[in-house]
């Protein structure tokens, strides 16, 4: 099963309003990444946070992690139609190098203008 | 820098026909993976390669996929034969040498269709 889990699978919401995506993992983890991917495209990296940090930004962009509840949410601010995108969290097991993430199936933003 | 480069981006085959896949990870990247992405799915990890030695290929399917980077640099991939169920996307992604947390480059990768 996957590592991490995505929440909402969809979401739909109007230019300007705030989107919050969550994800969910079983086991202890290195880091957690979140990735976006437009359609058509391949995955591009926006933010990595380390099990040692609670909250991480880069500009629209909010991280935060809970690593009692073995949670993370992403949430992006003042949300653009460009946003629209599938957003995938991985998550790095314990004692391992990012490449050895785990993908969920990642949660579909769509920004409607 | 340039990024990681994949061909060809769409291919269309019959099963039991065999097909390549070839990437060119970002120059100086040592570490380079292949993930499947099935549609509606995250991708999942097939192999990864250091330099030129495999690292991981606990989730290839050694019967009919197989992976080479033989001067640790490009690399591709080939299905023989080929599967319904191998439709998908097939993602490349390199990452540098020696940083444990370094986040993943991938190319845009190619949309396997077999019918």
């Known amino acids: 099963s996957q590592q991490g889990e995505e929440d909402p699978q969809a979401l739909s919401i109007q230019e300007g309003e705030n989107a919050t995506m969550n994800c969910s993992y079983k086991?202890?983890?290195?880091?957690l990444q979140w990735y976006r991917q437009n359609s058509g495209r391949g995955l591009v990296h926006l933010i990595l946070?380390?099990?040692?940090?609670r909250e991480k930004h880069s500009g629209r962009l909010r991280v935060t992690l809970d690593t009692s509840k073995k949670s993370s949410s992403l949430l992006i601010t003042a949300s653009r139609a460009a946003d629209t995108a599938s957003y995938f969290c991985?998550?790095?097991?314990?004692?391992?190098?990012?490449?050895?993430?785990?993908f969920g199936d990642g949660t579909t933003l769509t920004v409607k203008p | 820098e340039a990024g990681v480069a994949q061909s060809p981006r769409y291919k269309i085959i019959e099963k039991r026909q065999s097909v390549a896949f070839w990437c060119n990870p970002i120059?100086?990247?040592?570490?380079l993976y292949w993930y499947q992405q099935i549609l509606g799915q995250g991708p999942k990890l097939l192999i990864q390669?250091?330099?030129?030695?495999?690292?991981?290929d606990s989730q290839l399917p050694k019967d009919r996929f197989s992976a080479e980077r033989l001067k640790g640099v490009d690399s591709t991939l080939k299905i023989q034969p080929a599967k319904l169920e191998d439709s998908a996307v097939y993602l490349c992604?390199?990452?540098?040498?020696?940083?444990?947390?370094?986040?993943?480059?991938f190319g845009n990768g190619t949309r396997l269709t077999v019918t």
């Open positions: 086991t202890s983890i290195n880091n």
């Open positions: 991985a998550t790095a097991p314990y004692n391992t190098n990012a490449g050895k993430s785990t």
């Open positions: 992604a390199s990452s540098p040498p020696g940083a444990q947390a370094s986040p993943l480059h």
């Open positions: 390669f250091q330099n030129n030695g495999v690292v991981d």
């Open positions: 946070i380390r099990s040692n940090e």
């Open positions: 120059s100086g990247h040592a570490t």
